[in-house]
């Protein structure tokens, strides 16, 4: 059994930053991806951002520049550190890894970008 956590989502005003974190936990033998989706209400949900096992890194073209996706492979955690935030960019983001060889998804934490 593989468990994803996340933590940092909040309310914060337009032009801030917020930093969500993901851990995995559970019989882990090896994650090759992690990444972060969200989902705004009405709307279907999107790729944020992944990263491999070593380091390689796709960003949706809305966030590019200002979101940087990062891991540390030992705590089995994904970050994603988010600057200049806007409205838009208002959605539970959901945590995503690719964990022995199986998908799994945390259960969401809310960002609110007030203008």
């Known amino acids: 059994q593989v468990q994803l956590v996340e933590s940092g989502g909040n309310l914060v005003q337009a032009g801030g930053s917020l930093r969500l974190s993901c851990a995995a936990s559970?019989?882990?033998?090896?994650?090759?991806?992690m990444g972060w989706y969200r989902q705004a209400p009405g709307k279907q949900r999107e790729l944020v951002a992944t990263?491999?096992?070593?380091?390689?890194?796709i960003y949706a073209d809305s966030v590019k520049g200002r979101f940087t996706i990062s891991r540390d492979n030992v705590k089995n955690t994904v970050f994603l550190q988010m600057t200049s935030l806007k409205p838009e960019d208002t959605a539970v983001y959901y945590c995503?890894?690719?964990?022995?060889?199986?998908?799994?998804w945390g259960q969401g934490t809310q960002v609110t970008v007030s203008s």
């Open positions: 559970g019989s882990i033998f090896s994650i090759r991806a």
């Open positions: 995503n890894a690719l964990v022995n060889y199986n998908n799994y």
């Open positions: 990263i491999t096992s070593i380091g390689s890194t």
